[in-house]
C-alpha cells in the first residue's frame, strides 16, 4: 500500500499505537507449516516475526514439515501406511522424519539471526531458543494398526518455554517430541501449537493455511470465513454439513483447534491466508484484519458508558460536530453526562455511541448523540443502538422518544419515527430548541 508521507504515514502510526500497548509483553504462538516455508515470501514473513519481536511480543514459532518429508520419503524409496489419514511412522521413516524437521529448524534459526544492514533484519539480534520442551506419547493403535512413532502431544514444559521468552528469545518448536523412555515421536503441527498456546495461556494462536482457497467446493460456491467467529458459531459451522463439506479440510482442522484453544485459556485464535504479504501485519495491526478470527464470546457489546469512555466518544463524535451533523460537546460537558450515553464498542474499541435525556414530566425522553464510525455504519449497529435505548426508556417509564436532527431524518422514519413540531416537544426541551439550526422533530411512541 502507497503512503503519502508525512500526513498518511503519521496517521497510519498513530492508529497503530493501542495494538502496540495492548501486545507489548504478550505470548503469540504462531504456527505454519512446511509448504509456507518453500515460498520466496517466507523471507517477508521472517521479516515481519523481527517487527513482532521489535515491540516486544513474546513468540513461540511451530513449524510444519509434511511437503518435506514426503520428498525425503520419495527420495529414500520408502513407502508408508496411513491409517484415517494419519501417518504411520515406522523406524525408518522416523529417520526421514528427524532429517526433514531438522534441516528446516536449522534453516528458519538461521534466517531469523539475520543482521544485514539496509534490511529490515537490521540491528535485530534475535535470539533463538529452542529445546525438548514437549513430552509426547504413542498415538496407539487405530483399527488393529500400531502407528508406532507417531504421537501426540502429552504435556508441553511450560515453564521452560516462559523462561526463555523472559529472557527475549524467540522459541522455535519443531514437531517432533520426546519421551520419558527415550524415544522421539513425530507429532503434527496443528496439535504441538495449539497444546503449546492452551499451557501458556498464549494471547493469540495464530494460524496460517497455504491453499489458494480455504473451500474444495466450486467457484460458485465459495464463501469467505466470516472475520469473526464465536466457538459456538464454529461449532455450529462445522455441524452444518453442506458447509462443513466446502471447507477444506486444512481449514477444518484449524477451526476444531481454535475451538479447543478458545475453550481453554486462550483468548484468540487467528487464520491466515499464507498467500498474503504481510497478512499477519495486517492482521494484528488493523481493527478489520484480514483473516478470521474466533473468540469465545462475542467481541461486540453494548453497554452503559463509562467516564473512560470519553476520549473514545470525542474521538468519534467530533469529526460530526464539525459537519454540523451533531451539536458539539466538550469534553467537560460530556464528563458530566456521560450516565446518560451507552456505547458499541468491538474488541475494545468504541465505535458508536448514544444517549437518553429523560423529561420525567411528560414521560418523554430525548435520543441524543446517535453515532456510528464510518466504516461501520452498513451493518445494523446503528438499529441495535436504537433499540437498547428504546428498552431503557422503557424501563424508565418513558413512553414517549424524540429526536432531533439535520441529516438523518428519512432514517428514523425507517425506523418508527413520526415529524411534529418544535412546540410538540417538551416545554422544558422547547426553550432550548435552536431555529438557527432548524433541525427536523421526530417522535416516537413506545
Known amino acids: 500500500m502507497h503512503i503519502n508521507i508525512p500526513t498518511e504515514f503519521v496517521s497510519w502510526f498513530r492508529s497503530v499505537t493501542p495494538y502496540i500497548n495492548a501486545f507489548r509483553g504478550k505470548i503469540f504462538v504462531i504456527g505454519f507449516n512446511g509448504e509456507m516455508i518453500t515460498d520466496a515470501k517466507f523471507i517477508n514473513f521472517i521479516h515481519d516475526i523481527n517487527l513482532l519481536a521489535s515491540l516486544g511480543v513474546r513468540l513461540v514459532l511451530v513449524h510444519g514439515a509434511r511437503p518435506q518429508i514426503q520428498l525425503r520419503l520419495d527420495e529414500s524409496q520408502l513407502e508408508t501406511q496411513t491409517v484415517m489419514d494419519i501417518r504411520v511412522t515406522d523406524p525408518a521413516a522416523l529417520q526421514c522424519v528427524k532429517e526433514s524437521v531438522g534441516r528446516i529448524h536449522h534453516e528458519i534459526a538461521a534466517l531469523l539471526s ?4 539496509n534490511s ?7 535470539r533463538v531458543s529452542s529445546g525438548n520442551f514437549v513430552i509426547a506419547c504413542p498415538y496407539g493403535v487405530i483399527h488393529g494398526v500400531d502407528l508406532l512413532h507417531t504421537g501426540k502431544v502429552r504435556k508441553i514444559n511450560a515453564q521452560a518455554i516462559t523462561a526463555n ?7 522455535l518448536i519443531s514437531p517432533l517430541g520426546y519421551s520419558p523412555t527415550g524415544e522421539i515421536f513425530n507429532l503434527t503441527m496443528e496439535n504441538v501449537a495449539t497444546e503449546t498456546a492452551i499451557a501458556l495461556r498464549a494471547e493469540k494462536l495464530i ?3 497455504d491453499t489458494l482457497t480455504q473451500h474444495t467446493s466450486t467457484a460458485a460456491e465459495k464463501k469467505p470465513l466470516p472475520r469473526e467467529l464465536t466457538v459456538e458459531e464454529t461449532k455450529s459451522l462445522l455441524g452444518e454439513k453442506q458447509i462443513a463439506i466446502q471447507l477444506s479440510e486444512e481449514v477444518q482442522l484449524f477451526l476444531q483447534c481454535a475451538i479447543k484453544a478458545c475453550e481453554m485459556p486462550v483468548a484468540r485464535v487467528h487464520l491466515i491466508n499464507s498467500h498474503t504479504d504481510g497478512a499477519i501485519l495486517q492482521e ?3 481493527h478489520h484484519g484480514i483473516g478470521t478470527m474466533i473468540s469465545k464470546e462475542t467481541l461486540q457489546a453494548i453497554r452503559k458508558a463509562k467516564i473512560d469512555d470519553v476520549g473514545g466518544i470525542l474521538k468519534l463524535i467530533e469529526p460530526l460536530e464539525t459537519e454540523g451533523i451533531l451539536v458539539r460537546r466538550g469534553r467537560e460537558l460530556l464528563e458530566i453526562e456521560i450516565d446518560r450515553f451507552v456505547v458499541f464498542e468491538h474488541d475494545g474499541v468504541i465505535l458508536g455511541c448514544a444517549a437518553l435525556y429523560p423529561f420525567p414530566e411528560e414521560n418523554s425522553g430525548e435520543l441524543a448523540c446517535l453515532a456510528i464510525h464510518p466504516n461501520y455504519r452498513d451493518f445494523g449497529h446503528g438499529n441495535r443502538l436504537l433499540k437498547y435505548i428504546e428498552a431503557q426508556a422503557v424501563s424508565e417509564g418513558i413512553h414517549t422518544l424524540f429526536v432531533l436532527t439535520t441529516h438523518a431524518m428519512h432514517w428514523f422514519i425507517e425506523h418508527g419515527f413520526s415529524v411534529i413540531t418544535p412546540a410538540e416537544l417538551p416545554k422544558a426541551r422547547q426553550n432550548f430548541y435552536n431555529y438557527q439550526r432548524r433541525s427536523k422533530v421526530l417522535v416516537k411512541y413506545l
Do not use: H, K
Not at 539475520?114 to 544492514?117: A, D, I, Q, S, V
Not at 529490515?120 to 534475535?126: D, E, G, L, T
Open 114 to 117: 539475520m543482521g544485514l544492514p
Open 120 to 126: 529490515p533484519m537490521a540491528n535485530a539480534a534475535i
Open 165 to 171: 521468552l523472559e529472557q527475549g528469545s524467540v522459541v
Open 207 to 209: 494460524f496460517f493455511w
Open 284 to 286: 494484528l495491526f488493523t
